[in-house]
């Protein structure tokens, strides 16, 4: 029983790098998101999808993009890593009018 | 549209004393209610929901919180405080259930021996 699966768990990228944060759930919910969270800020939305082919823009997606090809992987793409980007990256999922379930996090630092 | 407020960044309590975190809501449209407990380094964790079925929510961990329309509130509550317990907590809102959820800033609980 995994439910939402996040890798890496650490990543340290310079400026400019790009990379692709994974994210996996095996509960055939039809809703993800993905958040980060900077200390004391709670957790900003930054994409969702609400089913395969479908993604659309959160709180704070300037920097990133999404895809969804299949029900249970949302990975989130950062292209030109910037210092600003540095925080700790959240994967969920959920299933209509039900709470969200959260991975352990990504923590990424980008120097 | 949702917010969530949550009053405190920081409560610190004795270890035994009632435990209580304030959290204050906006919405247009009856609420689906949430609060989640966040351990060091660990992602966040249901501790209880509320989504119409009673006002009063039992949650784990002997947290609950009560739904007041009137006063748009959805305080946290404990009635004794375990060193467990210190965590980062999050209440958090939305609308309907195709919707994100709006998460509050969040509250820091410490607990004192």
């Known amino acids: 029983n995994a439910g939402v699966t996040q890798t890496p768990k650490f990543r340290i990228l310079k400026i400019g790098q790009s990379m692709t944060l994974q994210c996996t759930q095996d509960?055939?919910?039809?809703?993800m998101y993905w958040y980060r969270q900077d200390p004391g800020m709670g957790l900003k939305l930054i994409y969702y999808s609400v089913g395969a082919g479908i993604t659309d823009k959160g709180e704070v997606p300037n920097g990133y993009n999404v895809s969804r090809s299949t029900t249970e992987d949302f990975p989130l793409r950062l292209e030109l890593a910037a210092p600003s980007q540095t925080s700790v990256y959240f994967c969920?999922?959920?299933?209509?009018?039900?709470?969200?379930?959260f991975g352990d996090g990504t923590r990424l630092s980008i120097l | 549209a949702q917010s969530v407020t949550q009053l405190g960044s920081h409560v610190s309590v004795s270890e035994g004393a009632l435990v209580l975190l304030r959290c204050n809501y906006s919405?247009?449209?009856?609420?689906?209610l949430f609060w989640y407990v966040q351990y060091p380094n660990q992602g966040l964790q249901l501790l209880l929901k509320?989504?119409?079925?009673?006002?009063l929510v039992k949650g784990i961990n002997g947290f609950e919180a009560e739904f007041k329309k009137s006063e748009t509130s959805f305080h946290l509550t404990k009635p004794s405080a375990h060193m467990s317990d210190a965590a980062e907590y999050f209440c958090?809102?939305?609308?309907?259930?195709?919707?994100?959820?709006?998460f509050g800033k969040g509250t820091r609980l410490s607990v004192i021996a």
């Open positions: 509320y989504t119409s079925a009673a006002t």
């Open positions: 509960m055939n919910h039809n809703y």
């Open positions: 958090a809102v939305y609308a309907s259930g195709n919707t994100p959820l709006v």
């Open positions: 969920a999922s959920s299933s209509s009018n039900q709470p969200q379930h």
């Open positions: 919405s247009s449209v009856p609420p689906y």
